[in-house]
């Protein structure tokens, strides 16, 4: 039975709109700095003159037309497409596409012109005009550049990139996070029976699943083998299910492509997982490579669940601190304390629970 598998048209909703709020926005200054510029610095070139409200008017309307058209675009070639070509070709496709999009971009906005009575030069004048090829040009390279940061952010985490540029990592801060470990079930078997060459291509397979988590606003922090850390800032969570919802969505994804696991490796992944919550501090570090580090009990304490599962016949675990989290709301899901143990390099005793959905209990006890 897959209950997360399939996205609902919320979530959906939800990705979708990241990349076009972005390019909306990016979009927007870029006009801006086009019209100021063209303004001041291009009086040799033609261009009608707008009154003020026709100037806002039309950069809203061709901010939020252009900003959905290719962050719709970038979403499309994103989620559908990078699976199936090398990144080179797709930049390629991309490219082409952007390209002809942008050309009818200019077709709109000169009979926009025309609607306005702010232009009296026929098409081929038009298109042909200096300032339109220069702005077809500065179109091409806005979207090139806004396209890069988008892949700069994914490469240091959604919303870190801001924070980095911003010195928010400068020196240690303190952050109330939750990190779960998800780590793949037989690896060492798994990787003796396929090789390091196909091994590492059914990693790869198996990580680009595991970007279903995104539409449960799971940040991946780092990929260390065959395992994955994922975290989450508790305060700018919405709803403290996502933590959960992912990792079974996650599950589904792979469950859903099986077929294809089965068909081009001979076996179906299958990945175990450990959650934790608690204070941890979040810091920019290295010189040469930098990265923004996690420190702090909270990870130790997940780790160290997560290698548990084995031993408890478990897919799930989690801590107390966790457990009592997640039972504030009324989720649906269940929670068996397994065991109360004292984990390998830590103190005291923690007290770890399995947490299962509602239907996996009733089909174990049909």
Sequence with gaps: ????????????????????KYYITGWFFAFIFFHVVRQSGTSGLEHPSFRFLHLILLLLIFSVLTGTIFGSL?????????RKIPLWKLMIRLCVDQLLIIFFLTVVYYFALKMLQLNQLSFLKFIGSPSIIIYYFYAFMVNSILSLLLEI?????????????AGNFY????????????????????????????????????????????????GIYQYV???????????KMKNILDCVDAFWAFSDELEKRSAYYQNNYGIVPEFKAGMSIGMVTVVEIGYIKKEIAYHGNTLNT?????????????????????????????SGYSFTKVAETQLRGKQGITEIYSINRPFEIDVASS
């Design 225 to 235: 083998g065959d395992e994955a850390v994922l975290t989450w800032e508790r305060s």
């Design 74 to 82: 970038h979403y499309f070639f994103e989620r559908y497409r990078l």
């Design 302 to 330: 997940a780790s160290r669940i997560e290698s548990l599962c084995n031993f408890y016949k478990e897919k799930f675990l989690i801590s107390k601190k966790m457990c009592d989290e997640i039972t504030k709301e009324n």
């Design 1 to 20: 039975m897959i209950l997360f598998g399939q996205k609902n048209k919320k979530i959906i909703f939800r990705e979708w709109t990241h990349p076009v």
């Design 153 to 165: 952010g994914k490469l240091l985490g959604r919303g870190n990139f801001y924070k980095l540029v």
């Design 171 to 218: 020196t240690p801060k303190e952050e109330y996070r939750i990190f779960m470990f998800v780590d793949l079930n037989s690896s060492t078997t798994i990787a003796e029976k396929l090789g390091h060459f196909a091994y590492s291509s059914f990693l790869k397979d198996c990580f680009y699943d595991l970007a279903v988590v995104h539409d449960y606003n799971a």
